[in-house]
C-alpha cells in the first residue's frame, strides 16, 4: 500500500459497498460490515432505503449499531416488527432488490462458501454454514459480497458450495429454477471492487482501492481476474462519511479507529 491513510481499510469497504445502495431501493442486511453499510447509506446517499433484517426487522430507522439481527435496536422506528418467515417469503416473492453477504471462499462465478474447508469428513476447519445466505444469493435481485481476498479465498474451486453465484456459467442459475436476471452483482474486497462480465459471468474487476495494483489483484487470487484496459480507483472515504461511520460504530465493534 501507498501514503499513510487517515481512514481504514475496513471504513473504506463499508464507504463504498454504502454508495451502491440505491434510494427507494429494499436491502436485506446481516450483521457487522453489511448493516453499517446499509446504516450509513440510509443516513447520506440513500434516505428511503428499505431495510430489512433477518429477524423481523423492516423499515428500522436504526440509531446506534445493533450487535446482531435480533436486537431490539434493528425493530426501531420500523415500518413492522415482523418475522422470520415474513422476510423469507419477501424474498421468495422477489421483493427484495439487494442482499448482502459475507464469504469465507468465492469462486471466480460468485459461487460462495461458509459451510467448510477441506474434505467434508475430515475438514480443516468447519464454518458457520449457510444461514439464510443461500436464500439471499438465491432469491435477492442482485447480491453484494463483502470479504477479505487473498490465495486461500479467491479460488478456482470451492471445497463446498453453500450459496449459489453464476454456478457453472451463463445459463446455469436458470437452469437449477432460479430466476433470470437474479445473481451476485458487487464484490468488495481490502483491494478492489469487482463485478461480473455480461458475457461469461466471471469476475471482473470494476475499481481497485487507492494505492493497490492490478498485479496485487491478481496475484492475490487463485484464478485470473478479467481486467479492463482502464482501470480506475475508488474514491476514498469522505470526511463526512468517517464522522457518521465513526458515530454509528461509537464503541469500535466493528469498525477498529
Not at 450487535?67 to 424474498?91: K, Q, W, Y
Not at 466471471?202 to 475499481?207: A, C
Request: aromatic residues 8%; proline residues 6%; glycine residues 10%.
Amino acid at each position: 500500500m501507498a501514503e499513510k491513510m487517515d481512514y481504514t481499510p475496513t471504513e473504506l469497504i463499508v464507504c463504498v459497498a454504502a454508495r451502491l445502495l440505491e434510494d427507494g431501493k429494499s436491502v436485506f442486511v446481516g450483521t457487522g460490515l453489511p448493516m453499517i453499510a446499509a446504516m450509513l447509506a440510509q443516513r447520506t446517499y440513500a434516505p428511503n432505503l428499505l431495510i430489512i433484517f433477518e429477524a423481523g426487522g423492516i423499515g428500522p430507522q436504526v440509531p446506534a449499531l445493533p450487535i446482531s439481527v435480533g436486537d431490539s435496536r434493528t425493530f426501531h422506528r420500523a415500518v413492522a416488527a415482523s418475522s422470520m418467515h415474513d422476510v423469507m417469503s419477501f424474498l421468495q416473492n422477489g421483493y427484495i432488490d439487494y442482499g448482502f453477504l459475507g464469504a469465507a471462499a468465492i469462486d471466480s462465478y460468485g459461487n460462495i462458501n461458509t459451510t467448510v474447508i477441506g474434505d467434508w469428513e475430515r475438514p480443516t476447519a468447519r464454518l458457520p454454514g449457510s444461514g439464510g445466505a443461500n436464500d439471499i444469493g438465491s432469491l435477492c435481485w442482485r447480491t453484494i459480497i463483502i470479504m477479505r481476498q487473498d490465495r486461500r479465498r479467491f479460488l478456482n474451486r470451492l471445497d463446498f458450495l453453500t450459496t449459489p453465484g453464476y454456478l457453472t456459467g451463463p445459463g446455469a442459475r436458470e437452469a437449477a429454477g432460479l430466476a433470470a436476471g437474479t445473481g451476485p452483482y458487487r464484490v468488495i474486497t481490502q483491494l478492489g471492487v469487482y463485478g461480473f462480465d455480461e458475457t461469461t459471468l466471471r469476475l471482473r474487476l470494476i475499481s481497485r482501492h487507492p494505492g493497490v495494483t492490478v498485479e496485487e489483484i491478481q496475484a492475490n487470487s487463485e484464478f485470473e481476474i478479467l481486467v479492463p484496459d482502464e482501470v480506475p480507483e475508488s474514491m476514498p472515504p469522505t470526511a463526512e462519511e468517517l464522522r457518521l461511520l465513526r458515530e454509528i460504530d461509537s464503541m469500535g465493534m466493528v469498525i477498529k479507529q
